[in-house]
């Protein structure tokens, strides 16, 4: 029984309906079935489906958002039961758009599949400095660094970003990941960030291996 | 000259479905709908999300922006476009609420909202290049064609901060973030303007809207009758544009802009996506059923179609005129004397923007043999002269030339093989047109015609061969016409020649009832000529029914009370609504006081229009709100014109000895009816007479004459002396008045 509502949310999801989900989300609850469960099983599981064929090109942007907005739906009734069970998050990222840059379509996007795969996000919006990064990570007490930039221009900022983190003795205690339009691999090694992906399924995918690895 | 120009009256404009396309969202997506919802609940709230400006001006490269191949100190404008920081916010609060459907869609609506301010902002950097009599080399885009400092000195030199609240950060990026910032390096050649983005150099190769490769090939179908015909469609091709390229008749009104939606067609098959000019023309149900404005129609996948093919090749064209002067001995018969065949003949040839007149005349009695008219396929490239010359600048030259020359050619072989004369025997072939018909056919540049200070290429009386200027073999020499400016063109030169003006001591007015309204004041000592826009309405153009002088066309309207009977040409069952018809129904409704004199129409009619009749598939052909403001500017025009015309003369209406009205619908006209409206002053009523073709009567007068004609059309232009009504105080002010029905 429980299995099949699960399910149920899960596919209503993958095909965007947040009405459905919402409702089988309550209903769910009200059968007693485990928030974490619900969540994890249903919610996550349906988005990291969608991530995928997203990735495989088997379906597009739109699909996706409309998935993650039903996602939205479904949290939003689970939250305030997941604080009552104190369930912890998979991990805690902040992501920003570095400094000088005010691009954030795909920081945004990236921020929704972390969300999708179980993350805390604390999205610090764009035009973020090193000390803002820095800061909030602190004070979250997050896992994940996640840096975004679009331009050749403002690209070396991230490894003022990572000069500072080592400067403070804090660069281990992050996994430090970057992307963007300009951004390569290469580039990430010679700034001595962790991880570049190039899309948004794989960044989602990334940190949650390398958050597994760590624990 | 100013070294600023902030754009004014900037509005944006959406296309729902490059919005979506951007998202990869097309409509077969299996959330289509969804999206779609998302976007017109967003939409509605455009007008206060978007806040648009734009600014321009000059400056030239620093040393930290110049390249390799523009140094420091390089000439250029800069252009800064922005959409406001509100719809981005609306953007980011989206996704920070999870509701990511609508944080994209707002994303992509600010984007296509900045392209769309593009358009005004080319227009500005046109009208600076005029101005400054420079040209525009290359259009440069940060970062890649330019370094991204080159915004920075854009920032500065526009001061963005205090014109327009713009900020600029470290990494040089204009804040708010949809904000764009183009260079345009300047040349001193002005007739390159190389303003327009060039895909093939931007490095976005994700870019939804890249326009490089070969877009997949697309067939048509095209089902008329029972029979169909596929045709396929080239890159960057409208389908109006390709239904022409196959012969096919479209009369595209305004030039493909998607204005007139003369070029409708209907698609059964396949999916075909709606513009906002077809949002704009059809009906939710008429777009449902496929109906689209094929100007505008790019498709993507291929398509089975049908249309109803506005046939205007009977168009009526006037070859009539007065014929006192010219041919005294109507009653000959032509055929005996082109049975001659020894003898010399000449043809006289009238090139209309919408109709060709020709005829024949034996050399030795000056008789009219034949007389034949046609249709002006330049029509499918627009149906008024600005438009065809926009067609010939914009690339098409060659074809607008090559399709006047085939039309003339099909009219002389007709002329010839009516009456049995052989080309050998054609002495002279002399052609009357407005200027810029002139152009079109001798190939001449068009676009000094559309810019201040509208300077013709040549306007002298021009002597050619029949292979230079027909594109055809013959030994007959071809002249064409002189004209007094770009405005006043030989067609109006040929009009005054065939009213005596080089001979009259008596003042007269000649009125050509077109598009252009050219108007002619003076005798033989002096003449006052200016043109007046006074637009398609009087061809029915612009009119909601409107249509041509072709069979079926409403011609005539009395009204009992709200009852009208109407008349159409030759008796056929009501298709539409021409000109004359347009002044018949106002002049009615006016002394039925359904309209009243500011033009508004009686509260019954406001929504629907006033029906006249019905087709004979039970449609209404009514007369709009929208269709009366149209013969209201027209009439407005002229009659100020006319106004203007006679104060600049300085003489009063009564010293008018005679009115000519040329032209076909100054032919049909109901002068009563035309006065009624206010369109031709009261005082005139007695000395008004309809000349039909002048412009041909003319011509013909110059091959028939004893003195010569080139002379006498040599002292008219002379003697002629054109206004400017554009900046005339004296005609803004008639304008205005005469707007109204008193």
Redesign the interface.
Same mark, same amino acid.
């Given at each position: 029984m429980a299995a099949e509502i699960i399910n149920e949310i899960s596919e209503w999801l993958q095909?965007?309906r947040a009405k459905n989900v919402k409702a089988l989300v309550e209903e769910a609850l009200e059968q007693g079935i485990d928030p974490k469960e619900i969540l994890n099983e249903g919610l996550l599981a349906g988005m990291m489906i969608v991530g995928g064929k997203f990735k495989r090109n088997e379906v597009? %942007?739109?699909? %996706?958002?409309?998935a993650?907005?039903a996602?939205?739906a479904g949290? #939003?009734i689970l939250e305030p039961k997941l604080v009552e069970i104190g369930n912890e998050p998979l991990g805690k990222a902040v992501i920003g758009t570095v400094?000088?840059?005010?691009?954030?379509?795909g920081k945004?996007l990236v921020?929704?599949m972390l969300?999708g795969a179980g993350f805390e996000i604390i999205?610090l919006?764009?035009?973020v400095d090193a000390d803002t990064f820095i800061a909030k990570a602190e004070e979250a007490g997050a896992d994940v660094i996640c840096m975004s930039a679009l331009? #050749? #221009? #403002?690209m070396p900022?991230m490894k003022d970003v990572i000069d500072a983190l080592n400067e403070k003795g804090l660069r281990d205690k992050y996994v430090v990941m970057v992307g963007g339009a300009p951004v390569t691999s290469d580039f990430a090694e010679q700034i001595g960030a962790d991880y570049y992906t190039a899309d948004a399924t794989t960044a989602a995918e990334v940190a949650k291996a390398a958050i597994a690895e760590r624990k | 000259m100013k070294d600023f120009y902030l754009l004014e009256g900037l509005k944006v404009q959406l296309k729902m479905e490059h919005v979506l396309h951007a998202i990869d969202c097309n409509p077969d997506s299996p959330v289509y709908e969804e999206m779609v919802d998302e976007y017109l609940e967003i939409y509605k709230d455009m007008e206060a999300f978007a806040e648009p400006v734009g600014i321009l001006g000059v400056g030239s490269l620093s040393e930290a922006a110049a390249t390799e191949e523009y140094p420091a100190g390089t000439k250029v404008v800069y252009a800064v476009l922005s959409v406001g920081d509100k719809i981005k916010q609306c953007s980011t609060e989206a996704f920070a609420k999870g509701d990511y459907v609508r944080g994209m869609l707002c994303d992509a609506i600010a984007d296509n909202a900045l392209f769309s301010l593009e358009d005004k902002m080319l227009e500005k950097l046109r009208e600076m290049c005029a101005e400054r009599n420079v040209g525009i080399l290359r259009r440069l885009e940060a970062p890649h064609d330019i370094s991204m400092k080159v915004q920075k000195d854009a920032w500065e030199h526009l001061k963005l901060k205090e014109r327009l609240g713009i900020d600029i950060t470290c990494g040089y990026m204009l804040d708010p973030v949809k904000t764009s910032c183009q260079v345009f390096v300047l040349t001193e050649d002005k007739e390159v303007f190389r303003a327009q983005h060039d895909c093939s150099k931007c490095p976005n190769l994700n870019c939804k809207f890249r326009n490089v490769e070969d877009r997949k090939a697309v067939k048509v179908t095209v089902r008329k009758g029972d029979g169909c015909r596929d045709i396929s469609l080239e890159k960057d091709e409208s389908l109006m544009d390709a239904l022409i390229r196959e012969g096919y008749y479209i009369s595209a009104a305004c030039g493909g802009k998607g204005r007139c939606g003369k070029c409708k067609i209907c698609v059964l098959e396949g999916q075909a996506d709606i513009s906002s000019e077809d949002r704009g023309f059809f009906s939710k149900e008429e777009l449902e059923q496929g109906w689209r404005l094929s100007c505008m129609l790019y498709p993507r996948e291929n398509l089975t179609i049908s249309f109803e093919l506005n046939d205007e090749s009977q168009f009526e064209a006037i070859s009539e005129y007065r014929k006192d002067k010219i041919t005294e001995t109507e009653a000959t018969s032509y055929n005996d004397a082109a049975k001659d065949s020894d003898g010399l003949y000449d043809i006289a040839i009238d090139i209309g923007t919408t109709t060709l007149a020709f005829q024949l005349l034996d050399k030795a009695g000056g008789n009219v043999c034949s007389t034949v008219s046609a249709v002006n396929n330049q029509r499918r490239y627009g149906a008024d002269v600005v438009s065809r010359m926009q067609a010939s600048i914009d690339g098409k030259k060659a074809e607008l030339k090559e399709s006047i020359q085939a039309d003339l050619r099909n009219g002389i072989s007709r002329l010839l093989k009516e009456s049995g004369v052989n080309l050998k025997q054609i002495d002279t072939i002399a052609i009357g047109c407005n200027t810029t018909m002139g152009h079109l056919l001798l190939g001449y540049d068009c676009r000094s015609l559309g810019v201040y200070p509208f300077t013709p290429v040549n306007i002298r009386l021009t002597e050619g061969s029949m292979s230079e200027v027909l594109g055809m073999d013959g030994d007959a020499g071809v002249v064409v016409l002189p004209g007094i400016s770009t405005f006043v063109g030989g067609d109006i030169v040929a009009g005054l020649y065939a009213c005596d003006f080089d001979k009259n001591d008596d003042i007269c007015l000649l009125v050509d009832l077109g598009t252009n309204g050219e108007m002619a004041l003076g005798n033989s000592g002096k003449i006052m000529v200016t043109s007046t826009a006074a637009g398609p309405a009087f061809e029915g153009g612009n009119i909601s029914c409107g249509m041509g002088s072709v069979a079926g066309a409403i011609c005539s309207v009395k009204l009992e009370g709200a009852k009208a009977n109407v008349r159409t040409i030759k008796d056929e069952a009501p298709l539409g609504i021409c000109g004359t018809g347009v002044v018949e129904a106002v002049s009615e409704l006016l002394r039925e006081e359904l309209l009243d004199e500011t033009g508004l129409l009686e509260e019954d009619y406001f929504e629907e229009g006033f029906p006249l009749a019905k087709t004979s598939e039970g449609k209404n052909i009514s007369l709009t709100q929208k269709d009366i403001r149209e013969l209201q500017l027209a009439k407005a025009a002229v009659r100020a014109g006319i106004e203007t015309l006679i104060l600049r003369y300085g003489i009063e209406k009564k010293q008018v000895a005679k009115i000519y009205l040329a032209g076909g619908f100054g032919y049909r006209l109901d002068t009563a009816k035309a006065i009624a409206i206010g369109m031709i002053p009261e005082e005139f009523a007695d000395r008004i007479e309809a000349v039909g073709n002048s412009c041909l009567a003319g011509v013909v007068k110059y091959l028939t004459a004893d003195e010569s004609g080139a002379e006498v059309l040599k002292k008219l232009v002379q003697v002629s002396e054109e206004i400017n009504l554009s900046m005339d105080v004296d005609f803004n002010e008639n304008y205005m008045e005469a707007m109204m029905f008193e």
């Open positions: 095909k965007g597009f %942007v739109p699909e %996706v958002l409309v993650a907005r996602m939205t949290i #939003t400094k000088g840059d005010l691009h954030d379509i945004n921020a929704m969300k999205d919006g764009t035009d331009l #050749t #221009t #403002t900022y | -």
